[in-house]
């Protein structure tokens, strides 16, 4: 019952201010910008979603501002919860400005440009490592995490070291989540079959306290993949992708289960580990391995419709998922 109370509340909310969203977005000119560089790096990506152009960013924040005020209103106050809230704030503060460094009308070229280069996406990549220390060192301290799981049976008492790394892991996996938000309903159906396969795991562990959160996560997902199914209305953008990220990592954290989420994301994985070969290929031997990364966009460059790409990647995120549970049974 508590799951279907949130999840329709987190619908309803949802329901109510996504428009009012999308129309602010408009007015505000937060939309999908792009335009030829004159070195061309993005010249595949133009061919692919040029079309797209003019179409709002940032809509995760309808899914991120609902689940924080609707925790704030509705679900009493634990460690769980201000850890929750203290990340998904975190994290959608830095997508909001990463978001809005992004559409700054007044960038030149030669910025733009140095968003593409290896040193830009390392400095990203430094930023969001603070944001995911800071996260997960408030996480361990208050929810009393001494340890965590990467493998089946194998306790990594949690300390400074083992923090650091772990954090450096957060950050690869959220990452990964972010730049596979490159298609319409790509990662918001994957969010959604994660969503359902953290129910099931947070019931057969009874941690049935984090039940609402997830009920909330659901119903705005399914009002947001309204919106962002092709042709989408909105895209989610790193307001989005990397909150959720983050409770998903939270959750798996706090249930001891996150060598079960690193098998449920593999795809977030393969898409990560598809665009740091390309990054490295190109910045050490100029050669592109792929046509576009991450590789979403490379099965797009061959050929395959977009819709095709989308629904194929949301199976293997569900036959992923179901290998994570068959895991957590027999090993967990």
Known sequence: MVITNFSILGFAATALWAPLLINW?????????????SNKA??????????KVGTPDMGGLMISVTAMVLALLFIPRTPIRDVFLLGVSLFTTYGFIEGMMVKARKLDEKFKQFQETFVWRLGKLFVLYLVCAISIYVATVNLNIQSFALLPGWQIPMNLLTLLILSFIVVLAIYGVEITDGADGLVTGQFLILTVAMLVVVSTLGKLDLMPYLGVLLGSLFVYLYFNINPARVFMGAVGTMPVAFTFILFALFTNTLWVFLIMGIVFWVELFSSAIQILSLRFWGKKVFRIAPIHHHFEAIGWPETKVVQRFWLACAVAALVGLWCLAQFG
């Open 25 to 37: 977005l408009y007015r505000l000119n937060i939309v999908m910008k792009t335009r030829l560089l």
């Open 42 to 51: 993005n010249e595949e990506y133009i061919k692919i979603h040029g079309h």
